[in-house]
């Protein structure tokens, strides 16, 4: 990296959130019950120089697409599709989720069901950053991190090279 630096973008915009319910599971005996979280995200960019304009990326397109994504998420009900410990099904215009003798009747349109063994902050903060990391591509950016926070100070933070960075 030499004496040159690096340049740093840093994004938490206020309407950077989504609010839903979720539960994370801690184990086979232990799952906390149904509740909601108001997530709070940050995007950070980082690359060793920037392009003939002088910028990092496009920082408005890359906006659009948090605030994109957030939306997705919003209002809604998350489920991981990848627990081996939860048990989700689709049953009509309705989704049905188990976990040990819990059982989850919810409107389909209600719920977003997620690829994740669980939807904790960690997974939720990977996820994002694997969504937001293609509208990255042909930018002066070669590093992304992706912070979702649950509560005021506890957040998770998933950082890694962007592809061809």
């Not at 994109?68 to 410990?85: A, H, I, K, N």
């Amino acid at each position: 990296m030499g004496d040159e630096g690096r340049f740093r973008l840093v994004l938490a915009k206020e309407d950077f959130k989504f609010s839903v319910a979720h539960f994370t599971v801690f184990s086979a005996e232990e799952a906390e019950l149904l509740h909601g979280h108001n997530y709070r995200v940050a995007v950070e960019i980082a690359g060793p120089g920037v392009g003939e304009l002088g910028l990092l990326a496009d920082v408005a397109a890359l906006k659009a697409e948090i605030r994109r994504l957030c939306g997705e998420l919003d209002s809604r009900t998350l489920l991981p599709t990848e627990s081996p410990l939860v048990q989700v099904e689709r049953r009509g215009g309705e989704v049905e989720v188990r976990y040990r003798d819990r059982t989850y009747r919810l409107p389909a349109a209600d719920v977003v069901l997620l690829p994740l063994a669980n939807t904790s902050m960690e997974l939720l903060a990977r996820l994002l950053w694997q969504r937001l990391a293609p509208s990255l591509a042909g930018t002066a950016a070669d590093t992304l991190a992706v912070s979702v926070g649950e509560t005021d100070g506890q957040r998770c933070e998933f950082s890694a090279l962007l592809p061809g960075g």
